[in-house]
T-cell receptor
Framework: GEEVAQTPKHLVRGEGQKAKLYCAPIKGHSYVFWYQQVLKNEFKFLISFQNENVFDETGMPKERFSAKCLPNSPCSLEIQATKLEDSAVYFC?????????????FGQGTRLTVV | RKEVEQDPGPFNVPEGATVAFNCTYSNSASQSFFWYRQDCRKEPKLLMSVYSSGNEDGRFTAQLNRASQYISLLIRDSKLSDSDTYLCVVNPSGTYKYIFGTGTRLKVLA
């Protein structure tokens, strides 16, 4: 597609429940990034992929967060046993290449609310 | 110290005013710089890349000062539609991820 598609737009989970978010990158883009944006506009890098391979996962809270990008499927970000502090907007972005001034195209985000 | 720092504002300016934002970054080897804008928690959208020689796009001018490690954004003749949060984004050298500033809020008043 011509835009990064994220689903669902909104997700509400009780503490301790699992949350799964999806991202379909722009067709032909090899790189996918996940970011978490909490209340005060802080964007936190979580993980990036080059095709189906993890490129950089330095931002991932390893205990409860996992992510995948499998061939012919949307990428996914899964949070096991959600906590209140996981409430945030999760943005996915894709890029055609990783170098220079390559623009990152963002999806509309998934707003996760943990209650 | 944060990797990318911005004044959160808000900057409230009248229509037609000129306004400037600065952003400082800590990694002196950073290579790529961008300004994005974001409306009320919607997705960020690229406003412009920032080149070493500085660049202009209509009413928007971006500058990079490597010696002092800051980038700036100048908006001339502000319009109501310029009201947004402006995000400074840096790609540190040796990494392949964008580091975002916390954003500067601009409100252009009629």
């Amino acid at each position: 597609g011509e835009e990064v598609a994220q689903t669902p737009k909104h997700l509400v989970r009780g503490e301790g429940q699992k949350a799964k978010l999806y991202c379909a990158p722009i067709k032909g883009h090899s790189y996918v990034f996940w970011y978490q944006q909490v209340l005060k506009n802080e964007f936190k890098f979580l993980i990036s992929f080059q095709n189906e391979n993890v490129f950089d996962e330095t931002g991932m809270p390893k205990e409860r967060f996992s992510a995948k990008c499998l061939p012919n499927s949307p990428c996914s970000l899964e949070i096991q046993a959600t906590k209140l502090e996981d409430s945030a907007v999760y943005f996915c972005a894709s890029m055609p290449r990783i170098m220079g001034d390559s623009e990152a195209f963002f999806g509309q985000g998934t707003r996760l609310t943990v209650v | 110290r944060k990797e990318v720092e911005q004044d959160p504002g808000p900057f409230n300016v009248p229509e037609g005013a000129t306004v400037a934002f600065n952003c400082t970054y800590s990694n002196s080897a950073s290579q790529s710089f961008f300004w994005y804008r974001q409306d009320c928690r919607k997705e960020p959208k690229l406003l412009m890349s920032v080149y070493s020689s500085g660049n202009e796009d209509g009413r928007f001018t971006a500058q990079l000062n490597r010696a002092s490690q800051y980038i700036s954004l100048l908006i001339r003749d502000s319009k109501l539609s310029d009201s947004d949060t402006y995000l400074c984004v840096v790609n540190p050298s040796g990494t392949y991820k964008y580091i975002f500033g916390t954003g500067t809020r601009l409100k252009v008043l009629a």
